[in-house]
């Protein structure tokens, strides 16, 4: 099992920036991908960014150009630096090294003020 906690959200006038974290237990950590997910009130949860083992990145339309997803794979850590931070970002945000994940860690809540 995969143990997931999730740092760094808070509230922060749009246009700012935050930068998460994820400190993931496992010894298969280095070898997955993991993904950054967020889930706002009344929206479906939604896959926002990808990392491989290797550092291949991917990100969704919505927050290419502004998030950056990283990794430490020997700190067994996962980053997200988000700029230029939106309203519509406002959500919380969870890492997972699942594309279907069954399990969460607690996630951090981003509010992005207007």
């Known amino acids: 099992q995969v143990q997931l906690m999730e740092s760094g959200g808070g509230l922060v006038q749009a246009g700012g920036s935050l930068r998460l974290s994820c400190a993931a237990s496992g010894s298969l950590f280095s070898g997955n991908t993991m993904y950054w997910y967020r889930q706002a009130p009344g929206k479906q949860r939604e896959r926002v960014a990808r990392v491989t083992s290797g550092g291949g990145t991917a990100y969704a339309d919505s927050v290419k150009g502004r998030f950056t997803i990283s990794r430490d794979n020997a700190k067994k850590m996962v980053y997200l630096q988000m700029n230029s931070l939106k309203p519509e970002d406002t959500a919380v945000y969870y890492c997972?090294?699942?594309?279907?994940?069954?399990?969460w860690g607690q996630g951090t809540q981003v509010t992005v003020s207007s």
């Open positions: 997972n090294n699942a594309l279907q994940p069954i399990s």
